[in-house]
């Protein structure tokens, strides 16, 4: 089914290989620019579904995003949760971008002014719930709840480095109007993220995958997080195959996966050609075992892997 966005609505979306931190945005994000900005939008989703998301919405009882399958007209375009090119949606001509809510670095570069709100916070959920508080405006209790999730799910329940004490406070007065029972909806989050029940290695290479321009290179990197690396591990060999077959199709120049298991609290990380092993012995330094580098306290891509990376390349 094609849809086609009416006329003067903005499409709200968030990046490809959608997660539940960028569904939740674009979701909460119709309220948000219905009751801060006085304007109509929609929400969108710029591909399927991951496990954990499916829980979520289920779990509270929503719709999900329609499927960004093309945008036509005059519309205005807000991207959640990311600004990186190789992340937007093919659909979207990024001239109709006009705002970006986002907490990971900047990258894009715009032919005119837009609205971009950006912070180092957990989540992009935080930051929107940031706006409503700080004008007094109420929040729904699903999409509160919706806000929850997002913050739970990309701090790993604010454990990850990137979690900060806005971020812990935001979870305490979201959950003032949520009164979700926290630590067994984080258990069932954590539950479906890791059951790879039905999920091909396509699937667990492709679902929480980004690329990067990183000096003048393309590097891809993909994460699966999990309660139990194990199940993961098992299927390495057929991993490494289609990881080094995604690099030539998509003429990167390094291409890394991460297992991060989130209970231990660190990460596997796959190095499936010379390139990435040279890269992460100067960047990381660990000792390479089988292909792989385990990385103690190494939860988060965004804060622990691309901006060293992005160092080094820069060089
Ligand atoms: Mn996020």
Known sequence: MIQKIIMNKIAIIGHKNPDTDSIVSALV??????????????????????????FVLKEIGVQPPLLMETLTGDVS?????????????????????????????????????????AQFIGSTASLIAKMFFEKNIAISESSCKLLLAGILSDTLNLTSPT???E?????????????????????????????????SIEDIITMDYKAYEMGDKNVGVGTWETTSPQSVNEKKDAIFERLIEKKVAEK???????????????????????????LAKSVFGGEIENK????????????????????????
């Open 167 to 199: 971020d812990k406070e935001l979870v305490v007065k979201l959950n003032e109007v949520a009164k979700l029972e926290i630590e067994g909806f984080v258990a069932g989050m954590f539950a479906a993220k890791s059951n790879l029940e039905g999920i």
């Open 29 to 54: 994000g119709v309220e948000l620019f219905a009751k801060v900005f006085g304007e109509e939008s929609l929400a969108y989703r710029a591909g399927e579904l991951n496990n954990e998301t499916k």
């Open 163 to 165: 979690t900060t004490q």
């Open 292 to 315: 792989v580098m385990v990385l103690p306290g190494v939860v988060s891509r965004k804060k622990q892997i691309v901006p060293q990376l992005t160092e080094e390349l820069n060089k």
């Open 252 to 278: 990167l120049d390094s291409l890394f996966f991460m297992v991060v298991d989130i209970i231990g609290q660190n990460c596997q990380l796959y190095l499936i050609g010379e390139d990435e092993e040279k």
């Open 77 to 117: 375009v807000a991207l959640v949760d990311h600004n990186e090119a190789g992340q937007i949606s093919d659909q979207i001509d990024c001239s109709k971008i006009d705002y970006i809510i986002d907490h990971h670095k900047l990258s894009v570069k715009t032919e005119k002014p837009i609205f971009c709100a």
